[in-house]
């Protein structure tokens, strides 16, 4: 009886010893071999070789690389064609019946391609870009990463802001997630996408650039009859054909419309660290407006002239710095007049909005429509006071 127990107890174990055996054959180099003295399971040369692998493999598949395979398909490239009048220069020299038959016209016109970047931001064909590349086109081909070439047309476009909005003849399109601008924070990760110097065309595929947030509400010297005002500062290299791609944060939304660039003089058009972008509440705003009237209405007159402040104006107010505009003339029944402003007034802040010299509030009043209310802060008799002014014909 004692034997026939000792049988089955040795067949048991026997059997348990097979399905070990398996356990570890099936495993292969995945189970630990072997045991070190203190009773740790350690290694083999193939499995640290894997587990190394695997944590590189990890470390590059980083929010970044997340991010951009998250927004890339909704990124555009742009391509248009603009008909631009030149006048003839010696025009009115030969304008001489007789001259008149060899210089005929004083005036030609010619056709110019360009290109730049833009994003969707509507499954049903809503592109965002930038009105200096494509407000004045006159044909526009926008391509998709899916190699797809698409005819678009202008829905609206505001010269001043800088905004323009296209519209292709499709559906179920990708399009980007919008952020919130007023969030940003100075040093949070961005990336700039698009289509620098054309490449977009190479493969199908936005260009990126990976910075920070350098600094927010930058208002900037016009260009163009373009205000740039409240713009985003970031050194995420944004190069010629960027213009109307986004600049979106780590979490895939777009905070801005990459725009502009300061260049290293020269000629140069590389990036050295100073890009801006339009802030996306801007678009927003801006956008919904084009698609409801196709323009802006600015149809106001503040009713004041002004003058900068330099340094000898600084001087004879004591100011401490020679900033903001100085009031030189009230017209008679305008909003200035009715909100009680002065001749010798002082305006330093319109709303939030930081007063440099007169070009900064012309642009800073082009950010409001008629019927609104402005604070104006200012300087009276060296007493800082703020006023209401209500923005009217």
Request: one cysteine or more; aromatic letters at 6%.
């Given at each position: 009886m004692t034997s026939d127990k000792n049988r089955i107890l040795i067949i048991v174990s026997l059997a348990v010893l097979a399905v070990v055996i398996i356990i570890i054959v099936r495993s292969g180099d995945h189970a630990p071999l072997f045991v070190s003295s203190d009773g740790h399971y350690s290694l083999t040369a193939m499995q640290q070789k894997e587990l190394n692998n695997s944590e590189i493999a990890n470390?590059?598949?980083?929010?970044?690389?997340?991010?951009?395979?998250?927004?890339?398909?909704?990124?555009?490239?742009?391509?248009?064609?603009e008909i631009r009048q030149y006048r003839n220069p010696f025009g009115s020299f030969f304008d001489d019946p007789f001259f008149r038959q060899f210089f005929n016209n004083?005036?030609?016109?010619?056709?110019?391609?360009?290109?730049?970047?833009?994003?969707?931001?509507s499954p049903d064909g809503y592109i965002v870009t930038?009105?200096?590349?494509?407000?004045?086109?006159?044909?526009?081909?926008?391509?998709?990463?899916?190699?797809?070439?698409?005819?678009?047309?202008?829905?609206?476009?505001?010269?001043?802001?800088?905004?323009?909005?296209?519209?292709?003849?499709?559906?179920?399109?990708?399009?980007?997630?919008?952020?919130?601008?007023?969030?940003?924070?100075?040093?949070?990760?961005?990336?700039?996408?698009?289509?620098?110097?054309?490449?977009?065309?190479?493969n199908d595929k936005p260009t990126v650039t990976v910075g920070v947030i350098s600094s927010t509400g930058m208002n900037?010297?016009?260009?163009?009859?373009?205000?740039?005002?409240?713009?985003?500062?970031?050194?995420?290299?944004?190069n010629a054909g960027n213009s109307g791609?986004?600049?979106?944060?780590?979490?895939?939304e777009v905070i801005g419309m990459n725009t502009l660039i300061f260049t290293g003089g020269s000629g140069s058009q590389g990036s050295i660290g100073l890009g801006f972008a339009i802030p996306i509440n801007k678009i927003k705003e801006i956008v919904s407006e084009l698609k409801d009237k196709g323009k802006i209405d600015r149809d106001f007159d503040p009713g004041m002239r002004i003058q900068s402040i330099d340094e000898q104006i600084a001087d004879y107010y004591k100011l401490d710095e020679a900033r903001g505009v100085i009031i030189t003339q009230i017209l008679p029944d305008s909003p200035a007049k009715k909100a009680g402003l002065k001749v010798g007034d002082i305006i330093l802040q319109v709303d939030k909005y930081r007063i440099n010299d007169d070009q900064t509030i012309v642009g800073v009043f082009e950010e409001f429509r008629k019927g609104q209310t402005v604070s104006l802060h200012i300087l009276r008799d060296d007493k800082p006071i703020t006023v209401q002014m209500k923005l009217e014909n």
């Open positions: 470390s590059r598949n980083n929010i970044i690389t997340e991010t951009v395979k998250k927004v890339s398909t909704a990124v555009v490239g742009i391509n248009v064609t004083r005036s030609y016109s010619e056709k110019v391609k360009g290109l730049g970047s833009g994003f969707l931001i930038n009105d200096h590349v494509a407000g004045n086109a006159t044909e526009i081909t926008v391509t998709l990463t899916n190699a797809k070439h698409y005819n678009a047309k202008v829905v609206g476009t505001d010269p001043v802001t800088d905004i323009c909005l296209l519209k292709v003849d499709a559906s179920d399109l990708p399009y980007e997630i919008l952020g919130n601008s007023d969030d940003v924070m100075i040093g949070e990760w961005v990336i700039a996408l698009g289509n620098p110097f054309g490449l977009f065309e190479v900037l010297e016009p260009i163009n009859n373009r205000y740039y005002i409240n713009m985003l500062q970031t050194d995420a290299a944004i791609g986004p600049l979106v944060n780590s979490e895939g």
